[in-house]
C-alpha cells in the first residue's frame, strides 16, 4: 500500500487529475518494483498516449540540461504541461541516480505545470531500467503535453531511448568531423533531429561547419520514416537562440507522423520491443534465483561443459522445447 493508506485506485485516480504529489509517488513505486506501482500502471494503462514524448541525447557536456530547461521554458509559455525524465548512471553503493540534481532546471522547480524526476539506470543494458518505461507512462497519463526524456551520453543507452520516443533529438557540439566520428551510426541513423548546440560567438563558423557536415551525413542514410527527412539545426541553449526552430521541427515531426500513420505505427513496435525486452529480464532474473541455473553456473564455471551448450540445455528443460536436444554431443569430454 502506499504510504499514504491509499489505495492504486484512488491514487490513480489523483495522478489521473493531474497532482504532482500522486506521480511523484507514483514513480517512486515503480522505481522499488512495489506491487501497488504495477498495479497503478495497469489502472492508468488506458489513459496513456497523449503526451508527445521527446528523447534528447548527446556527449557529455554538449548541453543537453540547458537545451531541455529552453524547451520546458519555451513549452510552458505556450501553456504546456511538461514532465522532464532524466536518466543518470547509478551509483555503485546505492543504486541511487549520481547526477541527481539539475542544477539548470532551477528555474522550473517551482512550476506548477512542470514536474521534473532523475532516474538511476540500476545497471541496465541500454541504461534504461523497466522503472523508465513506467515513469513516463505515469507522466503521460499525469496529463503532460510533453515528456522529455534526457540521457546521459551517446551509446547503448540512446538506441534504446530512441525505441521508446516519439521524436529523437540528437545534440552535438560545434566540433566537426571529428565528432562525427565518434558518434556512433546507429545513433545517427535513429536521430529525427540534429541540433548543433553552442552556436554562438566565436563558435558560430565551426557550428555552422558542423551542421553542414552532419547534413551530409544524414543524406547517406536511410530515413526511419518515409514521411520525415531528419533536419540538422542551429541553435545556442544559452542564450535561446533556435530553440523556436527546434520547438517548431519538434512540433512538424509529430504532426508528420501522425498525419503518415507512422506514430501509431511506431508505437505499436515499442510495444512489442517493450514486451519481448521485459520478458527476457524476467526470464533471466527467475532462471538465476533458480536451483538450475546456480547449478549451470557452477557447471560453466568448472569448464566442463561450453556456455552455450549449457544455456540451449537450461533453456530446453524451462521451455519443454528441443532447443537443447543436440546439446550433449557438444559437450567436452569429461576427465
Given at each position: 500500500m502506499p504510504a499514504s493508506g491509499r489505495t492504486a485506485a484512488d491514487l490513480a485516480e489523483r495522478l489521473l487529475a493531474?497532482?504532482?504529489?500522486?506521480?511523484?509517488?507514483?514513480?517512486?513505486?515503480?522505481?522499488?518494483?512495489?506491487?501497488?506501482?504495477?498495479?497503478?500502471?495497469?489502472?492508468?494503462?488506458?489513459?496513456?498516449?497523449?503526451?508527445?514524448?521527446?528523447?534528447?541525447?548527446?556527449?557529455?557536456?554538449?548541453?543537453?540540461?540547458?537545451?531541455?530547461?529552453?524547451?520546458?521554458?519555451?513549452?510552458?509559455?505556450?501553456?504546456k504541461q511538461v514532465a522532464v525524465l532524466s536518466i543518470d548512471p547509478s551509483s555503485p553503493f546505492t543504486q541511487g541516480a549520481l547526477l541527481g540534481d539539475r542544477i539548470r532546471l532551477t528555474d522550473h522547480f517551482l512550476d506548477p505545470g512542470v514536474f521534473i524526476r532523475s532516474m538511476a539506470s540500476r545497471g541496465s543494458l541500454g541504461g534504461l531500467s523497466e522503472a523508465t518505461l513506467q515513469a513516463a507512462l505515469l507522466m503521460d497519463a499525469s496529463g503532460k503535453d510533453v515528456v522529455l526524456l534526457e540521457t546521459v551520453g551517446v551509446g547503448q543507452a540512446e538506441v534504446a531511448v530512441a525505441g521508446m520516443v516519439d521524436t529523437f533529438v540528437l545534440l552535438l557540439a560545434p566540433a566537426g568531423g571529428d565528432e562525427l566520428q565518434g558518434i556512433k551510426r546507429g545513433v545517427m541513423e535513429l536521430a529525427d533531429i540534429v541540433v548543433v548546440n553552442k552556436a554562438e560567438g566565436a563558435l558560430l563558423p565551426a557550428a555552422?561547419?558542423?551542421a553542414a557536415e552532419h547534413r551530409h551525413a544524414?543524406?547517406?542514410q536511410r530515413a526511419r520514416s518515409a514521411a520525415w527527412?531528419?533536419?540538422?539545426?542551429?541553435?545556442?541553449?544559452a542564450t535561446g537562440d533556435g530553440v523556436d526552430e527546434v520547438w517548431d521541427a519538434v512540433a512538424r515531426h509529430r504532426s508528420a507522423l501522425e498525419a503518415s500513420g507512422d506514430l501509431a505505427r511506431r508505437r505499436a513496435e515499442q510495444g512489442t520491443s517493450w514486451l519481448w525486452s521485459d520478458m527476457a529480464d524476467r526470464v533471466v532474473d527467475t532462471l538465476r534465483a533458480s536451483e538450475a541455473g546456480a547449478a549451470a553456473e557452477a557447471e560453466v564455471a568448472a569448464g566442463r561443459t561450453p556456455p552455450s551448450v549449457v544455456a540451449a540445455r537450461l533453456a530446453a528443460t524451462v521451455l519443454g522445447a528441443g532447443a537443447g536436444a543436440d546439446a550433449d554431443a557438444h559437450e567436452r569430454p569429461q576427465p
Open positions: 493531474g497532482e504532482k504529489r500522486a506521480l511523484a509517488r507514483a514513480i517512486s513505486l515503480v522505481e522499488d518494483d512495489d506491487p501497488e506501482g504495477w498495479a497503478l500502471v495497469r489502472e492508468v494503462y488506458p489513459k496513456t498516449g497523449s503526451a508527445h514524448v521527446i528523447g534528447l541525447t548527446g556527449p557529455p557536456g554538449v548541453g543537453k540540461s540547458t537545451l531541455i530547461g529552453a524547451m520546458t521554458k519555451h513549452a510552458r509559455e505556450r501553456d555552422r561547419q558542423a544524414l543524406h547517406l527527412t531528419p533536419e540538422v539545426l542551429l541553435a545556442s541553449a
